[in-house]
């Protein structure tokens, strides 16, 4: 039972009123663990974070023993973009990413690899592993408990990382440079042909997990149900339970003990008020029988 509960389940949240709200609103999810944006999601523009506001977090995480606390980084950012302009803010706004992450004390740092259209894939993750290793350079992360997840994509055209390879492949070419490490997302996975639901399925799936990232370097999963169809490479999330995933694929992954060590994050629509805690208490409930 101890493990059950111990067991870190979290939702992203929203940080109206400053970074360390999103513990109170985690809680009140019945969540242990959260995800939030430390800027606008959709702005270049980021304010730094306050330093009270990064104590006050700090305090409150450990009084109501919630972590560890993964931070997504902004949709705009593309690491590989073909437009050396694109690239150069998005470096910057990495730095940025990452300065934040480290003021507010969270331990994981989502990213997406980006796109790299009008180039070739190689070239891609090339660029890709450049402009992080660039955005990082002089930034106090050694010694931290801090780690950037690289998160797989739902594999549209041009965009890195649909495939678990080039994830594996990105996480390689970063070793030596940056801590990092992996978050895989249910409905990405799924959405871009990896079978989840079909018992079979699960295994061969996790046996490509296993050949290419590894389950030790998945950190975090990003649960979401999906709207669409296995391999539509179409990404809309859907409540846990409610899409084509469906709630055994959850089950089973929550109880996978070769991700023991991972923490299971809802980024699942609300559509009403409630519907953080009754994603999190659908992954809970799950999680437990
Ligand atoms: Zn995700
Ligand atoms: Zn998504």
Redesign the pocket.
């Known amino acids: 039972m101890a493990n059950v509960l111990k067991k870190r389940i979290g939702v992203h949240v929203g940080t109206a009123g400053g970074a360390w709200t999103a513990v109170e609103r985690a809680v009140a999810a019945g969540a242990n663990t959260f995800q939030i944006f430390s800027s606008s999601p959709r702005m270049w523009k980021a304010a730094p974070v306050k330093a009270a506001d990064a104590a006050k977090m700090r305090d409150l995480r450990v009084k109501l023993d919630v972590g560890p606390v993964a931070i997504h980084a902004s949709y705009l950012i593309n690491l590989c973009s073909q437009t050396e302009s694109v690239r150069t803010s998005s470096e910057a706004a990495f730095r940025g990413e990452v300065e934040r992450a480290l003021a507010l004390g969270a331990e994981y740092l989502v990213l997406h690899p980006g796109s790299w259209k009008g180039l070739t894939r190689e070239e891609g993750l090339r660029l890709a592993a450049e402009s992080i290793e660039k955005a990082i350079d002089g930034l106090p992360w050694q010694g931290k408990d801090f780690k950037i997840l690289i998160e797989n994509t ?1 594999g549209a055209e041009f965009s890195l990382g649909g495939k678990l390879e080039q994830v594996a492949e990105l996480v390689e070419r970063l070793k030596a440079c940056a801590p990092v490490g992996v978050c895989l ?1 249910t ?2 996975v799924h959405v871009a042909g990896y079978d989840l639901v079909s018992p079979d399925g699960y295994i061969e799936t996790m046996m490509v997990v296993g050949d290419t990232v590894g389950f030790e370097a998945v950190k975090v999963w ?1 649960c ?1 149900d999906a709207k669409a169809a296995m391999g539509s490479k179409l ?1 809309r ?1 859907e409540h846990i339970g409610e899409g084509t995933i469906g709630a055994e694929a959850f089950r089973r992954l929550l109880h996978d003990q070769r991700f023991g060590h991972a923490v299971f994050i809802a ?1 699942t629509p609300v559509d009403a008020p409630g519907d953080e805690a009754r994603n999190v208490g659908v992954l809970r409930a799950l999680s437990a029988g």
């Open positions: 739902a997302d409905c990405h990003h979401n990404d999330h980024e």
